[in-house]
């Protein structure tokens, strides 16, 4: 593919998303490709977590809870995810954390009688971890199948399917309305990680039938570093299941302070504890970079960018294997190649200035996040690339050492 430097900057120019970035804090000299691990600042966030700290907290004290509304900020910020995921606004709510949210709801949803928790291998290991630590509890079996047998093996012994819906290292993408119907058909609850599918693919999860969902809020949500996470349960469940975490913000009446345990109505049994507002601030304003456009024109613009990227990439550095699939329908907004030094590779990247990221044992990851990247940026990334394996600049020692996060 012959994409050139002046047609790049032609589709920047021609890109109606392109006044969205002025929404990020992105530093100088950086190419930013892993808002699929963490992503950018918002500018308003440091506006708003400054007026929250120095005002809400500094000044308000504990009268914020009800002055500041700082209570119901897991319901307010849930609801501003939820047309992001095709949900309804009182079918989502912010708090704890994914790997906390995962066990609440697998173990929630576990409770039919039936003995065995299926998911994927090669699933992100949180996920299988958190089942695992289920089925201990519960007395049952943890299933992990092969990608491809996931969906033979539901059956009558099924409890639960947990499944990822965009896988975190190829980007391949399952079929959610087909396989939760499936699922439905068996008996089976399915909960969806949506860790990177949010705020990265065109997500109906009403229309899909889905009925529980997990998701990160420091990834394409853009919320910060250990942002608070959200959970979905399909209106119709909510009655129906219980938190295995009976916290005091799960209970009907949390300032009563009486001894027996009473669900809260709806989702709000699924809190646990007094929820992090500073870190639901941010996510909260780091959502307002979404308003005025849809996931759809997000999408196109992410699928525009694909299709620069790999051929770029085919054309340029064909040393790397893509092991993301081509079809839109079939991956999310990231994509993956394989290269046996792709841990080097990666780091000598981040010495030029292109952030990307690495997955063990030989995967480099590249998000492709539409609100903030153009098409300048992707071609300049990959001529950077092509320089490091052209130069092998890459096998200085240097890029060898491995930190503790990689
Ligand atoms: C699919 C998936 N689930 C969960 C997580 C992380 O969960 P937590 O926020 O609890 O660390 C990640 C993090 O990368 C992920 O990729």
Known sequence: ??????????????????????????????????????????????????????????????????????????????????????????????????????????AAA????????????????????????????LGLTLDIAPRAEVEQRIGADTAVLLLTHVHYKTAERFDMARITAKAKRAGVTTVWDLSHSAGAVPLHLNDAGAE?????????????????????????????LLS?????????EPFAFIDDYRPAAGIDRFMAGTPPILGLAALESALEAFDGVTMERLWSKSRAMFDVFVGL?????????????????????????????????????????????????DVIRFGLTPLYLGFEEIWRAVDILSGIMTSESWRDPKYAVRGKVT
Request: proline share 6%.
């Open 1 to 106: 593919m012959s994409f050139t430097l002046v047609e790049a900057k032609a589709a920047d120019a021609a890109d109606p998303l392109r006044g969205l970035r002025d929404r990020f804090h992105l530093p100088e000299g950086v190419i930013y490709l892993d808002g699929n691990s963490l992503g950018p600042l918002p500018k308003a966030v440091a506006a708003h977590q400054r007026a929250v700290v120095e005002q809400e907290w500094g000044e308000g004290l504990i009268r914020s809870w009800n002055d500041a509304d700082w209570i119901n900020a897991p319901q307010r910020v849930g609801a501003r995810i939820a047309p992001l995921i095709g949900a309804k606004p009182n079918e989502v709510i912010v708090t704890d954390t994914t790997s906390v949210n995962l066990f609440k709801l697998v």
């Open 110 to 137: 576990a409770r039919s009688g039936r003995k065995t928790v299926l998911s994927e291998s090669g699933n992100f290991h949180t996920d299988l971890y958190i089942a695992s630590g289920v089925a201990d509890l």
């Open 212 to 240: 529980l969902a997990v998701g990160c809020g420091y990834k394409y949500l853009n919320g910060g570093p250990g942002a608070p996470a959200f959970l979905y349960i399909a209106g119709h469940l909510q009655e129906k």
């Open 244 to 252: 295995p975490l009976r916290g005091w913000m799960g209970h009907a």
């Open 313 to 361: 990439m085919e054309a340029r550095c064909p040393a790397f294997r893509c092991i993301t699939p081509r079809g839109e329908e079939q991956r999310g907004s990231h994509i993956s190649f394989a290269h046996g030094n792709a841990f080097e590779i990666c780091q000598a990247l981040i010495a030029e200035g292109v952030i990307g990221d690495f997955r063990a044992p």
